[in-house]
């Protein structure tokens, strides 16, 4: 039995409009090499000059991971050649990153774990290389991209945990504002190194698994390596320290090359950057960036609206949805002050991740573009307290506010004019009852039978029948309650 120790190396694009060293704009697929200039191409003579905006969202990101932010910052030339870094080294961050020495929480359903966050630096990403038949293509639009990484200490354990690591912080930086956070478009990436030992013998041989675009993907390459590696130590054999790849359509890492150590990169100061040292009023600027992020307001959903678990963390998957919630629960309290939060909130919640996802879905948006829904926080909020109220049934207030995606209109407007308001008069609804008795004669024989023979199983599934049928003589309107209290007391005789 081995102990296997995981570190991340999570890269990710920051939302600048422009490059990190250069004004070219950053935007992901565009035409190739449109977004270039001397200075990203890596042109002899030219001088970077640093994205300010850059430098705020990574220390923003770092203070959000609970780094501290050094007096003093600055960045080396990481050297090496390759052809998607036409310039044949990277503007990067060694000897002081903007972040360090963090750490990260992370917790499943019933478990936690604290993750130490090494470092967070700046640094400007490599154009990207395009493989076909014989011919490799590059595009330089990418290269210059303001990039950070966050590396964490190696406290990991399984593929799982890396997984829920990744979609933990990628929630984070969404909240931020500071990446969109899409695997799929690279925006987002991770490297994981991963070593394995026998049990209080400390760190093994690493190998990276490099350029993983999908948190599956990172659960997927670390439980195979970790079972590769204890393969070879259980026959002998030694783990050699490499960077190997993840062959999605085998399932397998492959090896890639032979793992670069610092010294390689051969780092020095970059002569054409100064150091910068944080003034009070850019820090400031950075803390009024920070928002309550998704784990503690899971938490606070929990404890001050009294929801589970899951729908506590499906709602705080996205800070627009979370705030929509909120909004939304704000309105059924202003509509409804005798519904408690609690119980709005358990309401609301039932609505926002079932119908309203459902038509949001339909509308071809997103649970991030909720906002931009007809249904606002108020409407659904008016929506839940009239079914709370019992004015309009359950099925109604769902067509409601499917009618209110679909027309733009408040739902008060849209009940009335449709005849939705619920049937509440019980005199209204014995007629009704009434009718239907006079219609389903044998159904009404068949049901006085039941209850007289005691075939309780029977005679509640006649009673819901004609239910059902008094519901309907009534267009759908009649509140149930009553009209079971009607055919209760029709059938005792009064």
Same mark, same amino acid.
């Given at each position: 039995?081995?102990?296997?120790?995981?570190?991340?190396?999570?890269?990710?694009?920051?939302?600048?409009?422009?490059?990190?060293?250069?004004?070219?704009?950053?935007?992901?697929?565009?035409?190739?090499?449109?977004?270039?200039?001397?200075?990203?191409?890596?042109?002899?003579?030219?001088?970077?000059?640093?994205?300010?905006?850059?430098?705020?969202?990574?220390?923003?990101?770092?203070?959000?991971?609970?780094?501290?932010?050094?007096?003093?910052?600055?960045?080396?030339?990481?050297?090496?050649?390759?052809?998607?870094?036409?310039?044949?080294?990277?503007?990067?961050?060694?000897?002081?990153?903007?972040?360090?020495?963090?750490?990260?929480?992370i917790e499943g359903k019933g478990w936690a774990k604290r993750v130490r966050i090494k470092e967070c630096h700046l640094e400007e990403d490599a154009g990207k290389m395009i493989h076909t038949g014989t011919v490799s293509l590059l595009d330089y639009n990418r290269a210059g991209v303001s990039l950070l990484e966050i590396v964490t200490?190696?406290?990991?354990?399984?593929?799982?945990?890396?997984?829920?690591?990744?979609?933990?912080?990628?929630?984070?930086?969404?909240?931020?504002?500071?990446?969109?956070?899409?695997?799929?478009?690279?925006?987002?990436?991770?490297?994981?190194?991963?070593?394995?030992?026998?049990?209080?013998?400390?760190?093994?041989?690493?190998?990276?698994?490099?350029?993983?675009?999908?948190?599956?993907?990172?659960?997927?390459?670390?439980?195979?390596?970790?079972?590769?590696?204890?393969?070879?130590?259980?026959?002998?054999?030694?783990?050699?320290?490499?960077?190997?790849?993840?062959?999605?359509?085998?399932?397998?890492?492959?090896?890639?090359?032979?793992?670069?150590?610092?010294?390689?990169?051969?780092?020095?100061?970059?002569?054409?950057?100064?150091?910068?040292?944080?003034?009070?009023?850019?820090?400031?600027?950075?803390?009024?960036?920070?928002?309550?992020?998704?784990?503690?307001?899971?938490?606070?959903?929990?404890?001050?609206?009294?929801?589970?678990?899951? =729908?506590?963390? #499906?709602?705080?998957?996205?800070? %627009? &949805? +979370?705030?929509?919630?909120?909004?939304?629960?704000?309105?059924? /309290? @202003?509509?409804?002050?005798?519904?408690?939060?609690?119980?709005?909130?358990?309401?609301?919640?039932?609505?926002?991740?079932?119908?309203?996802?459902?038509?949001?879905?339909?509308?071809?948006?997103?649970?991030?573009?909720?906002?931009?829904?007809?249904?606002?926080?108020?409407?659904?909020?008016?929506?839940?307290?009239l079914t709370e109220s019992g004015r309009v049934s359950m099925k109604n207030g769902k067509q409601t506010l499917a009618a209110v995606m679909a027309e733009d209109r408040e739902p008060e407007s849209i009940i009335a004019g449709r005849g939705w308001e619920q049937l509440t008069d019980p005199g209204a609804l014995r007629e009704a009852?009434?009718?239907?008795?006079?219609?389903? =004669?044998?159904? #009404?024989?068949?049901?006085?039978? %039941? &209850? +007289?023979?005691?075939?309780?199983?029977?005679?509640?599934?006649? /009673? @819901?029948?004609?239910?059902?049928?008094?519901?309907?003589?009534?267009?759908?309107?009649?509140?149930?309650?009553?009209?079971?209290?009607?055919?209760?007391?029709?059938?005792?005789?009064?």
């Amino acid at each position: 039995m081995y102990q296997s120790f995981i570190g991340l190396e999570v890269h990710i694009h920051l939302l600048t409009k422009t490059k990190v060293f250069c004004g070219c704009r950053s935007a992901f697929g565009d035409a190739p090499n449109t977004n270039i200039c001397p200075v990203c191409l890596g042109y002899p003579g030219v001088l970077p000059v640093l994205n300010r905006e850059a430098l705020r969202m990574g220390c923003l990101v770092a203070r959000a991971l609970n780094c501290r932010i050094p007096e003093r910052t600055w960045f080396e030339r990481k050297q090496y050649f390759y052809p998607d870094m036409p310039k044949n080294y990277q503007i990067s961050q060694f000897a002081s990153p903007l972040g360090q020495e963090g750490f990260f929480d992370i917790e499943g359903k019933g478990w936690a774990k604290r993750v130490r966050i090494k470092e967070c630096h700046l640094e400007e990403d490599a154009g990207k290389m395009i493989h076909t038949g014989t011919v490799s293509l590059l595009d330089y639009n990418r290269a210059g991209v303001s990039l950070l990484e966050i590396v964490t200490e190696p406290d990991l354990e399984t593929g799982e945990e890396a997984e829920l690591f990744i979609q933990h912080l990628r929630r984070v930086v969404r909240y931020l504002g500071v990446c969109d956070g899409n695997m799929e478009e690279g925006s987002l990436r991770a490297d994981a190194n991963v070593s394995i030992n026998l049990p209080g013998r400390g760190l093994g041989r690493k190998v990276e698994i490099k350029n993983l675009n999908s948190s599956r993907f990172v659960r997927l390459g670390l439980n195979y390596e970790i079972q590769r590696q204890g393969l070879l130590l259980d026959a002998g054999k030694p783990v050699m320290q490499e960077t190997r790849l993840w062959n999605q359509n085998r399932d397998q890492t492959e090896p890639l090359r032979t793992k670069e150590n610092a010294q390689d990169y051969r780092y020095f100061p970059e002569p054409d950057l100064p150091v910068f040292a944080p003034e009070p009023e850019f820090l400031a600027s950075v803390e009024a960036g920070l928002v309550e992020l998704p784990l503690p307001r899971r938490k606070r959903f929990e404890t001050e609206y009294g929801l589970p678990f899951d =729908p506590a963390d #499906l709602l705080c998957q996205e800070k %627009a &949805l +979370a705030d929509y919630f909120e909004e939304a629960v704000e309105a059924v /309290r @202003a509509q409804a002050p005798e519904i408690s939060k609690t119980d709005a909130a358990g309401r609301v919640a039932n609505w926002v991740l079932t119908d309203l996802k459902h038509l949001l879905s339909r509308a071809g948006l997103s649970l991030e573009e909720i906002g931009l829904c007809r249904a606002n926080p108020r409407r659904l909020g008016v929506l839940v307290a009239l079914t709370e109220s019992g004015r309009v049934s359950m099925k109604n207030g769902k067509q409601t506010l499917a009618a209110v995606m679909a027309e733009d209109r408040e739902p008060e407007s849209i009940i009335a004019g449709r005849g939705w308001e619920q049937l509440t008069d019980p005199g209204a609804l014995r007629e009704a009852v009434r009718g239907v008795f006079a219609a389903e =004669p044998e159904t #009404l024989a068949d049901l006085r039978a %039941a &209850l +007289a023979e005691g075939n309780k199983k029977r005679s509640r599934t006649l /009673r @819901a029948y004609l239910v059902g049928k008094t519901l309907e003589a009534t267009g759908g309107r009649g509140d149930p309650k009553i009209a079971v209290a009607q055919i209760e007391a029709m059938l005792a005789g009064n």
